[in-house]
């Protein structure tokens, strides 16, 4: 079984920064690709950024050049340093990652959530 948990979130005003992370324990021989997203109220859950083992980047247009995402694989964590915030990024921010196993079965796996909020 594999375990995400996240930390970082907060309260903070606008135009402030924090910085999410994510680290993946359990049975794991390797992680693919590892990413941040959250929930807007009322709409689906959208991809703030996602970052592949080999170190490929996507983010949502709605964070290019305000947020950035890294991994440090010895630790399986992920993280997410938000600068810039707004008042709309306010949700919560779920991790997940898709672990290979030692057979080479791959699963998703996801985080419990941390709360962003931030205020105006």
């Known amino acids: 079984q594999v375990q995400l948990v996240e930390s970082g979130g907060s309260l903070v005003q606008a135009g402030g920064s924090l910085r999410l992370s994510c680290t993946a324990s359990?049975?794991?021989?390797?992680?693919?690709?590892m990413g941040w997203y959250r929930r807007p109220p009322g709409k689906q859950r959208e991809l703030v950024a996602l970052?592949?083992?080999?170190?490929?980047?996507v983010y949502a247009d709605s964070v290019k050049g305000r947020f950035t995402i890294s991994r440090d694989n010895a630790r399986n964590t992920v993280y997410l340093q938000m600068n810039s915030l707004k008042p709309e990024d306010t949700d919560v921010y779920y991790c997940n990652a898709d672990v290979v196993t030692s057979r080479g079965f791959e699963y998703r796996f996801w985080g419990q959530g941390t709360q962003v909020t931030v205020s105006s």
């Open positions: 359990g049975i794991i021989f390797s992680i693919k690709t």
């Open positions: 970052i592949t083992s080999d170190g490929s980047i």
